[in-house]
């Protein structure tokens, strides 16, 4: 299936780093859903570096809506977004071609395309092929929020300065588009930019973690066996580069529990089945069963760092050492967030419509 | 997609717990692959539970390959293997009906079925479901095994126990079928043992972890966005029961490493590039880069516990007390190894039919 | 995809001609539809041989429902029904192996599996396999039925001997399953058969038509392009063994008509607007229109004649004779019946599921 | 799956007859496939209008290449082509709308979108949609004539005009590009070119026939079942605005002939089976046997048409007297022809990769 993902609702993806557009095609969504051109700026703006901790391409992501959209809303056609690339710069690849950048998908895209690859920034393997996929994402997560479906996602971790778990979901993913660094504390924040900043000071990069809650996706939605809630979600989670796990509920810490503390007790609430602790992360057998979706995804360090690296030509065959230069973010984790948001609103929006159809997300006229 | 995984190599699952018959049809796979029956065999019997730390259902596994085999070979037609259902009970369900078993798909079944769905034993959610993966996932394992890529899971850890990590790759599979828990260290084993036999004891149950190591991947193998190695490998792991983690190389770790500690230096040896570390598991970009694949997996505690919990019944909209009976695992993570084998076996000859084509898997007459 | 069919609702075949049992798998059909045996055996009792114009192969086609039924309904979960192979002959397809049998599979078997496909009585290619099609496709049927959405299917020609068209739909559906050879005349039925043992007699085979109308089908349903109602039913009818056409309405009439001619002129007929003539078969644009949907099916000749034919053998690569013995149907067309109805129930049950959600077809409790 | 077609390679379209833009991802294209942007304009010019037959609407078809090519060759990813929309007006939509064009999609449209769909032009709906499969068709067509692998497509029929059959293949296919009217008599083609001015000056529109041929396919290429080639054909073929019939080798045919007559009697040919009919036009058991594939296509005549039409409006529920004006072509069996070439290209390639690999129709560095 390629560059698509999706049964109900699917986007397909194009471009390259240094191609002229970068786009994405959503098809199947409900027709009659708002478009707002600043939903979209707005979630490509969280994408965008920040001044003292990304890289220095500057990127304004000017995009267009090019179909699918008429008189404000969804008609129900393929939705396509084209991002130009406006920075980019093309004239030093040439001279690293063959050295496979530790990390990054050099040899592995020379192994699968026998040289035929975009090799300039990445190619099609670039960071920035998310921008069009937020941008998709954004119409997902507008139509999701109108049916009360709201997706945030903290940035949990950078390096071993953690964030303060999920409390007050609403009013925390409320908060979230203003955060700073995408963290709820304010004083682990200013510890992560101090954290990446002295990374990058040292040619280094860092790691970190998101955490994505979703509050009020329905209970019965997912398969039971091969399209899990949780296999759509980690399917796409771990399609944004650099994603590495993925991990519902209680996660890695279900190894060392319990099935007593593990177990999500429950209670009725005001008529509704709810749990008293939400260990399984919202899913059950595969499925929702009504409580927040709650999952974490750890975010490898960028692999692009200014530090000598032992690695090989794999066109000459021969050992060699790589020096980077160029314009490299010191942590991507904290852009990667609208990412996430955007992913797991696609993701949602192919299980709801596979649930309850085409037109669910949509409005009657 | 519901019940099938794949693209171009596919399997579906059908059956319920208490039904007469469960059984899977593998469709895709190269014609001319010996099929054994006693390889499947023994998958199926790894995958029962053992004297001491399992349920007291005992299932023979009697199954027959019904479609798909000519002459002890593949025919590339639909390959179909049935288990019968032996041990089944089928008179206690109907007192239980609507009691909301904490952690497990009662109330997303209800949700998601209306009420139509076949509550014994689990129905559909149940882990019995794996027993005819496992069956067909031993024929996609041979047929990997004859092309050198070789699938090898130990149980990393259960509960607070660890296995040692994997040192000599090739020693070390070799030795799991009939390593003690499906761990490498022998002390381990019987510190596992004991601690599923005390949970036990205490109406309790243990969670644990699973690592995989693949051999003998070719290089070029994966897709670079939506169906990346991770993401069609970590779409079946979480289709599995009880999993809800699935990391690859370095997984969460990479979250507090600097991105010099996490790039695999590479270094040229006997002609082929190859990673000196393999924190990234194996996969660049979503592609294979020819070291092991490396993953891991978190079995989260069986559900089924014999203590008391907290639930409601679904039915009648009342709170309730529930007091499990019957036969249950205290672990389920030693008996998901032989399901992590049959998965993964099915996603890598699902990529490798797309790269190589449907042929790839065979033997030519 | 190969041996699944569909996307919201799906149907995986698996068997061969001489195995000891075949079977289709359907999933994702709403929960709460009731499942009537003899509904599954009037089907296929349609679609056995009839006395005097069908081989002497006797299948009692005994089928078993193994998942997906519970307490007489359908569960949400994958649906299997398995039907006996009775009565099959082992003994003489050594004999033959190598010689293509002109307008079979044989050849074109051995150029994609190598010389390890089943060629026992064609294998997965024989038309038997269509028996668990019927077998699924009458549990499809049923469920449409209870949206008021009505198929059936007639002969509409045996060789040059024509049916006459449909007139009164609804009427004419309900004589259907009653009718001799499947046809709404008597007379033209009585011709067919006579024209059928003629050929029989000669050592010959006889092609024919079919058209098949469907009754109460929204407007609003199928995709715009490449899922068009014509191009997802195109590819199920395509599938049956034998079809070699497909047209929708006036079909491969309106290369004579013109526009003036071949467009359907609108009026409201108690508030709904509906087609004064119904040239475009109920389909405009690929999307349902609600007038009844019509299309017709070219079912070629039996292959299987007892003339000497001039062939070859593959294995050996000369020229041979081939003159067939055994059991074979002088024409099929009327057997294909049952069939167009279940693949073309199973067709609009993943339309209609992918438009109105999974629960669409199903009751609620 | 909406608007992608395909598995191992597919192809996405977006955009609408009146937006600014429209175009086509194609992905899984093998890499180092050579892209001439001549080729493309070829294909793009056969479907443009001719001046005295067709449409006034004038589209230059300005495309560009976006991504997915890189020094020349297909780089083996998503390879998107963009075609501007020049020759858009946008004033007159608005007083028709409501009004059902007899023969178009409008009313399925509104059924099926709420009225939220683009109703200008038709839309996505509109012929024009073809323009950019059309373009990445042609990336398909030269892949698969490096391999030997030619398609040509004739104007069979324009109403009761008929064209003459296929003779030398590989000579008929060789003048098709110059051909006038698409067809292979000149005497034939100043008919049709007669009739359908003569139809124009009426205000009426004719229909036609397609016959395509392939020539280079090999044998063992298709899936028994579901994925048959005649299904795929279909399927993609059905999805061409316009198109309500689809036939394989002696088609409707078929119906009176007997086996005797319709079974292809096989010789050795220098080695190789050959057929020495092909009535079953080049696929047996929906596996290609190594004889051309030859299929025909049939096109209604364009529903737009000047004389008054009896309708409705939709939108207020009342009978309407419809009279066109604008721009519409009097017939488009003729520019069906690159699309048909195009859809059997891109079916074929998505074919071939998944019997031999991602990499077959590229080149090896």
């Known amino acids: 299936m390629k560059n698509t993902f999706g049964n109900s609702v699917t986007v ?25 051109e600043a939903d979209i700026a707005a979630a490509l703006a969280r994408r965008r570096p920040t001044a003292d901790t990304g890289t220095a391409r500057r990127e304004p992501d000017r995009f267009r809506v090019v179909s699918g959209v008429f008189q404000g809303r969804t008609t129900g056609a393929p939705l396509c977004i084209i991002i130009q690339n406006d920075n980019t710069r093309r004239n030093d690849y040439d001279s690293w071609r063959g050295l496979a950048r530790p990390g990054h998908a050099d040899y592995t895209a020379y192994m699968k395309y026998h040289g035929f690859e975009d090799y300039r920034g990445g190619g099609q393997f670039s960071g920035r092929m998310t921008a069009p996929l937020v941008a998709v994402g954004a119409v997902a997560v507008r139509a999701l929020a109108a049916k009360g479906i709201v997706i945030g996602t903290h940035v949990a971790a950078v390096g071993n300065v953690k964030d303060r778990p999920f409390e007050d979901l ?7 588009p203003t955060a700073p660094m995408g963290m709820l504390d304010e004083v682990a924040a200013e510890q992560a930019r101090v954290l990446i900043k002295s990374a990058a000071a040292a040619g280094d990069s860092v790691g970190g973690m998101l955490e994505t809650a979703v509050v009020g996706l329905p209970a019965g939605v997912g398969e039971p066996f091969f399209d899990s809630v949780e296999s759509v979600l980690s399917h796409i989670l771990f399609s944004i580069p650099a994603v590495k796990g993925v991990s519902f509920g209680a996660g890695f810490d279900f190894v060392t529990l319990r099935g007593s503390q593990a177990n999500d007790a429950m209670r009725m609430q005001n008529g509704t089945p709810i749990a008293l602790t939400n260990k399984n992360g919202g899913v059950c057998g595969g499925i929702s069963n009504g409580m927040p979706l709650l999952f974490r995804v750890a975010v490898k360090p960028t692999p692009s760092i200014y530090k000598p690296q032992q690695t090989v030509n794999f066109l000459t065959g021969e050992n060699a050492t790589l020096q980077l230069t160029g314009r490299h973010d010191p942590a991507v984790v904290h852009r990667a967030r609208p990412v996430a948001d955007a992913v797991t609103a696609l993701a949602l929006c192919d299980l709801l419509a596979l649930r309850y159809g085409t037109d669910y997300l949509g409005e009657k006229t």
Chains 1, 2, 3, 4 share one sequence.
């Open 170 to 176: 609403a009013a925390d993913i409320a908060a979230l």
């Open 12 to 36: 397909t993806l194009f471009g390259e780093s240094h191609g002229s557009e970068i786009g994405a095609v959503l098809c199947g969504m409900a027709p009659g859903i708002p478009v707002d």
